[in-house]
Nanobody, 129 residues
């Protein structure tokens, strides 16, 4: 059974930083594509960053230059370092795994929820102005 468990969310002031973690059990981040999505109240879930098996990363325009996705294959953990946070970054953040080949070619915000086979429960990030 695959389980993804996010942690690291919280409340921070604008300009601050947070680091999200996603620990996997029953799944290896060394295979396929993994990523981070977020969903703000009343909005669709959007992909913001993906990383593929060879370590190549892709970012949505909204977070490029501020967020960094990385993974530790030995510990089956996915990370999202978030810097220069803005109030618009406030959302529930989700870890996703077993993503499609489109991770190599498409922007993360073009990927859909159904494209990924496994999801975590989410961790809340709140950025105040």
């Amino acid at each position: 059974q695959v389980r993804l468990l996010e942690s690291g969310g919280g409340s921070v002031q604008a300009g601050g930083s947070l680091r999200l973690s996603c620990k996997a059990s029953g799944y290896s981040f060394g295979s396929n594509c993994a990523g981070w999505f977020r969903q703000a109240p009343g909005k669709e879930r959007e992909g913001i960053a993906v990383i593929v098996s060879d370590g190549t990363t892709r970012y949505a325009t909204s977070v490029k230059g501020r967020f960094t996705i990385s993974k530790d294959d030995a510990n089956n953990t996915l990370y999202l370092q978030m810097n220069s946070l803005k109030p618009d970054d406030t959302a529930m953040y989700y870890c996703a795994a077993d993503g499609p080949l489109q991770c190599y070619t498409d922007a993360p915000d073009a990927l859909k929820r159904d494209d990924f086979g496994y999801w975590g429960q989410g961790t809340q990030v709140t950025v105040s102005s």
